[in-house]
């Protein structure tokens, strides 16, 4: 964990959470079978049901009011959240989110190097972008084509792995994760760099190694959608 939470956050400001009753409706109170659960979970089971591990709700909408808070102090500070999860198919509501609250992310593959070697990514993005605007303006013309041809199949191959990228100037000040398992290496990047991680934590989890955790089923469109729906709120 990289920042104390009351150093961080001096005021919480007031958000609407979800109901008790939004969240096991959308089944955010289900977690894994028992024998993949991760002891550090232990303080957010509930208890068992057929095998399965029941999250406590109530700690579900403790964890995502501290979250909120620390994403609203960070727009405050005009600071920007990459959001990450390569889970498909929540990966796809992911990046429509990120896309419509103006924020960089990362949907596709996660690419070794994003924030321990951000000054080569950095580069590569400051490339594209440079290349965007010189096609805008016209510039583009005063190559050959077989240059011009060139250029493109290299930016378009390099849109492709940059994903949603293409608007982070710096190293992020925080993660927003879902799917830990998937971005397993994003998450370890991010303690290297000590950038606080909000996550979305199944039973599963290593919820210590997470600052902000979101205690909540991991796998559910339904449970992801709802809670950028409120995360949103603190992006407005």
Known sequence: ????????????P???LPSIVDLLQA?????????????????????QRNGIHIMDVEKTLVGLADALAFIAQKRQNKQEILFVCTKAPLNMVMAEFAHKVKMPYVTR?????????????GKRIRDYNQYQQKKAAGELEKYTKKEQLTMKKDME?????????????????????AGLKEAKTAVREAQTMKIPVIALCDTDAAVREIDWPIVVSDDSLG???LILETVKQALD
């Open 223 to 225: 449970v992801l959608k």
């Open 109 to 121: 593959r996660w690419l070794g190097g994003t924030l321990t070697n951000f000054k080569t990514i």
């Open 1 to 12: 964990m990289t920042e104390t939470k009351t150093a961080t956050i001096s005021k919480k």
């Open 27 to 47: 089944g955010a109170h289900l977690g894994h079978k028992k024998s993949k659960w991760n002891p550090q979970m232990k303080p957010f089971i509930l208890k």
């Open 157 to 177: 191959r390099l849109e492709k792995k940059l994903d949603g990228l293409v608007t982070l100037e710096k190293i992020p000040a925080a993660l927003f994760v």
């Open 14 to 16: 007031k958000f609407k």
